[in-house]
């Protein structure tokens, strides 16, 4: 889990299904030494990681992610520079699987647009 060492969330604006998270980095990890010495920004993987955690948060339960049919990112998080930024998730259950569609920008910065299958964690 990467919430409270990677990034903490500052708040959450709930309409449901949609909802807006405000994350924080923590731009002294030790994953921006190696990604990458001198020049870090936040891994993409990463970004995939944040958008899990915080819809197993909102449902209250383990997921992982099943299918991406639209992961594009659009420009780099570099945590001296964008420190905080915002994460828009959209969701709908359907046949046992969440789909999760939104965004992860600041201000009109859109750094990554996804569209998500999500599946419950194999007890």
Not at 27 to 47: D, N, T
Not at 105 to 116: A, R
């Amino acid at each position: 889990m990467l919430r409270n060492d990677l990034y903490t969330v500052d708040s959450i604006n709930e309409n449901h299904p949609d909802f807006r998270v405000s994350v924080r980095l923590n731009g002294q990890h030790a994953i921006f030494k190696g990604h990458f010495p001198g020049h870090p920004v936040l891994p993409g993987v990463c970004m995939l990681e944040i958008i899990r955690e915080l819809m197993e948060d909102r449902l209250n339960q383990k997921l992982r992610i099943s299918k991406g049919p639209l992961i594009k990112f659009l420009a780099m998080i570099v945590p001296e520079k964008n420190a905080s930024f915002e994460v828009d998730l959209r969701y709908e259950i359907k046949e046992g699987s969440v789909y999760a569609s939104g965004r992860i920008f600041h201000e009109t910065t859109t750094f990554m647009k996804y569209n998500l299958q999500l599946i419950p964690e194999p007890v």
